[in-house]
């Protein structure tokens, strides 16, 4: 019978120390106790000394306290630059972080989006047209803003309340929700669009927490568009918090180009240049080198997020650095070079091109 399962019965234990004489001696953070036993003139049933070390268990609070560091931000446009540096030298940049014992020997390695078509060196392509201009965004909150209103879970709504209030408590989202008047005016050009736009209802609902503040509230607007948000969404069934705010910020991306008359003729570099994407996107380049005659494929993605996997991590800085560190390509995943025309080892990796003003991060267990 495995010992875990196993629960002595009470004339076993009465048996097994009714007699016996402990003594205890201090050891680390341990008691060790020792029971003489054996004894002849004794009623216990055990032949030999019971030796063992008495575990006593850390606070809760203190073992939470030692899985987590602490983060020290001087500047915040350093640190989400800093966070989104690429891995240089098999170590990470992280800029402003004094927690990490090995901080010192990070350095950073942003990489610049400058023009580089001189030395043929490929570049991330401009926007014909800039729906919304990068400095308009507002970072930190501007003068006293009051803390808002909770949220009523409305029957397993706790995934939708928890995301809104994440997104409602960024100062930059925050700004922007409520001071986007040109928005505004073109969705009530529109008839009956307003009621059906996602980031109107995402402002109805902040100014509505605005008022309300240090009370509850019924996030209705938000929950009402469930299907608007994502087909498969239901009322009064429990969600995933990272699946509902993915497809909350794609949800707000769309209606944001519906508001815009002849946005879906824009190319997708345009498409990109909406506040939501100025605020959370970010421009990944890839870059393949070939081992064979050194040529480098380079290409750009889109992101909200990075997708980071903690599950060999012990720290945010490892797992960045896991996230862009050297991929070798070989074996059954040989590259197939445009310039040699076959199949060859090559490196892979991945860096930052353009950073988010929000950097949001998916962490994969």
Same mark, same amino acid.
């Given at each position: 019978?495995?010992?875990?399962?196993?629960?002595?019965?009470?004339?076993?234990?009465?048996?097994?120390?009714?007699?016996?004489?402990?003594?205890?001696?201090?050891?680390?953070?341990?008691?060790?106790?020792?029971?003489?036993?054996?004894?002849?003139?004794?009623?216990?049933?055990?032949?030999?000394?019971?030796?063992?070390?008495?575990?006593?268990?850390?606070?809760?609070?203190?073992?939470?306290?030692?899985?987590?560091?602490?983060?020290?931000?001087?500047?915040?446009?350093?640190?989400?630059?800093?966070?989104?540096?690429?891995?240089?030298?098999?170590?990470? &940049?992280?800029?402003?972080?004094?927690?990490?014992?090995?901080?010192?020997?990070?350095?950073?390695?942003?990489?610049?989006?400058?023009?580089?078509?001189?030395?043929?060196?490929?570049?991330?392509?401009?926007?014909?047209?800039?729906?919304?201009?990068?400095?308009?965004?507002?970072?930190?909150?501007?003068?006293?803003?009051?803390?808002?209103?909770?949220?009523?879970?409305?029957?397993?709504?706790?995934?939708?309340?928890?995301?809104?209030?994440?997104?409602?408590?960024?100062?930059?989202?925050?700004?922007?929700?409520?001071?986007?008047?040109?928005?505004?005016?073109?969705?009530?050009?529109?008839?009956?669009?307003?009621?059906?736009?996602?980031?109107?209802?995402?402002?109805?609902?902040?100014?509505?927490?605005?008022?309300?503040?240090?009370?509850?509230?019924?996030?209705?607007?938000?929950?009402?568009?469930?299907?608007?948000?994502?087909?498969?969404?239901?009322?009064?069934?429990?969600?995933? &918090?990272?699946?509902?705010?993915?497809?909350?910020?794609?949800?707000?991306?769309?209606?944001?180009?519906?508001?815009?008359?002849?946005?879906?003729?824009?190319?997708?570099?345009?498409?990109?240049?909406?506040?939501?994407?100025?605020?959370?996107?970010?421009?990944?380049?890839?870059?393949?080198?070939?081992?064979? $005659?050194?040529?480098?494929?380079?290409?750009?993605?889109?992101?909200?997020?990075?997708?980071?996997?903690?599950?060999?991590?012990?720290?945010?800085?490892?797992?960045?650095?896991?996230?862009?560190?050297?991929?070798?390509?070989?074996?059954?995943?040989?590259?197939?070079?445009?310039? $040699?025309?076959?199949?060859?080892?090559?490196?892979?990796?991945?860096?930052?091109?353009?950073?988010?003003?929000?950097?949001?991060?998916?962490?994969?267990?």
């Amino acid at each position: 019978m495995p010992a875990a399962s196993y629960v002595a019965t009470p004339i076993e234990r009465s048996l097994a120390f009714a007699k016996s004489s402990p003594s205890s001696n201090s050891l680390g953070g341990f008691q060790r106790n020792k029971f003489q036993v054996g004894d002849p003139t004794s009623n216990t049933i055990l032949t030999a000394k019971l030796d063992f070390i008495k575990y006593e268990k850390p606070s809760v609070k203190a073992d939470i306290k030692s899985k987590y560091h602490t983060l020290s931000v001087n500047n915040i446009n350093d640190n989400i630059s800093s966070i989104c540096s690429t891995y240089s030298k098999s170590k990470l &940049s992280l800029n402003n972080v004094s927690s990490s014992p090995t901080s010192s020997d990070l350095r950073k390695s942003l990489s610049s989006s400058k023009d580089n078509s001189s030395n043929g060196k490929c570049v991330l392509p401009k926007p014909k047209e800039v729906l919304y201009s990068p400095s308009k965004i507002t970072l930190g909150w501007q003068g006293r803003v009051p803390p808002g209103a909770g949220l009523v879970n409305a029957i397993n709504t706790c995934y939708l309340n928890s995301c809104l209030q994440a997104l409602f408590h960024i100062p930059s989202f925050h700004n922007w929700l409520l001071n986007d008047p040109e928005h505004q005016s073109l969705c009530e050009k529109q008839s009956g669009f307003q009621f059906e736009c996602l980031v109107c209802a995402m402002r109805k609902t902040l100014a509505h927490c605005q008022v309300k503040s240090g009370g509850a509230i019924r996030p209705e607007l938000i929950i009402k568009k469930l299907k608007l948000i994502a087909r498969h969404l239901e009322h009064h069934r429990q969600e995933d &918090s990272h699946e509902f705010l993915t497809y909350l910020i794609e949800g707000m991306q769309k209606s944001y180009l519906k508001a815009i008359p002849g946005a879906n003729k824009l190319d997708s570099y345009s498409k990109e240049t909406t506040p939501i994407y100025q605020l959370f996107g970010c421009y990944l380049r890839t870059e393949v080198a070939c081992s064979s $005659c050194s040529h480098v494929s380079t290409s750009y993605t889109h992101s909200t997020e990075l997708s980071l996997d903690i599950r060999q991590s012990s720290s945010l800085d490892e797992a960045l650095g896991h996230f862009f560190a050297k991929e070798f390509l070989g074996g059954d995943n040989l590259y197939r070079c445009e310039k $040699c025309g076959r199949k060859v080892e090559a490196t892979k990796r991945f860096s930052v091109d353009k950073p988010p003003n929000v950097l949001r991060l998916q962490l994969k267990r």
